[in-house]
């Protein structure tokens, strides 16, 4: 299933670089997300955009920076990471905040060393 | 107190055998709820979602219970093919959706 890419799948950056995420969805969704997945833990919500509006920042720090051009491209732009960052990256969307289910992409395994 | 909160794991069972899941939640103005299913180092796929009368697809049925705010997965006839992580995601009107810890079943032969 394609509805929901992101790339790159795996990234290793350094504690100073700067890198960015992408995704992009092929469902005509309205609500796009993005959501971290630590080794052993839970899913975390980091950011909701619903008709490119950003309608949920779940406390996440300035390092990351989410930007949402369209209803189907969403980035998550990242700098001075730290190692504790590291972890799996899920895009998802649906159809409208809320209610609908989401469908995730294949995420992003990153790596900050 | 959790706002979702997944039996604890594991689950270690035969091929064949019947094994069921529950998840509570706090909100009771919940209104949407699903459970997905996640393998290991990938992202998780929605199995179903679930409905107030309780429905089924094929060996797995998921109920809702509103008085007693918990949803249930039951599967049947287990398959090797069914070892994953399941989450359970309860949603509030027009709200974020919470995931659960998840519940990891293991089908052996």
């Known amino acids: 299933e394609t509805g929901v890419t992101q790339t790159p799948r795996h990234l290793v950056m350094g504690m100073t670089n700067k890198k960015s995420l992408k995704c992009e969805q092929h469902l005509g969704h309205n609500a796009m997300y993005w959501y971290k997945q630590s080794a052993k833990k839970p899913l975390e919500l980091m950011f909701v955009y619903n008709f490119k509006e950003q309608t949920e920042n779940n406390s996440v720090p300035s390092r990351f920076s989410p930007e949402c051009p369209n209803s189907s491209h969403l980035f998550l732009h990242l700098h001075t990471l730290q190692p504790e960052d590291s972890a799996l990256y899920l895009c998802?969307?649906?159809?409208?905040?809320?209610?609908?289910?989401?469908?995730f992409g294949n995420g992003t395994r990153l790596t900050v060393t | 107190r959790k706002e979702v909160e997944q039996d604890p794991g594991p689950f270690n069972v035969p091929e064949g055998a019947t094994v069921a899941f529950n998840c509570t939640y706090s909100n009771s103005a919940s209104q949407s709820f699903f459970w997905y299913r996640q393998d290991c180092r990938k992202e998780p796929k929605l199995l179903m979602s679930?409905?107030?009368s309780g429905n089924e697809d094929g060996r797995f049925t998921a109920q809702l219970n509103r008085a007693s705010q918990y949803i249930s997965l039951l599967i049947r006839d287990s398959k090797l093919s069914d070892s994953a992580t399941y989450l359970c995601v309860v949603t509030p009107n027009a709200g974020k959706s919470t995931f659960g810890d998840g519940t990891t079943l293991t089908v052996k032969p």
């Open positions: 998802a969307s649906s159809q409208e905040q809320g209610d609908s289910p989401l469908h």
């Open positions: 679930v409905y107030s």
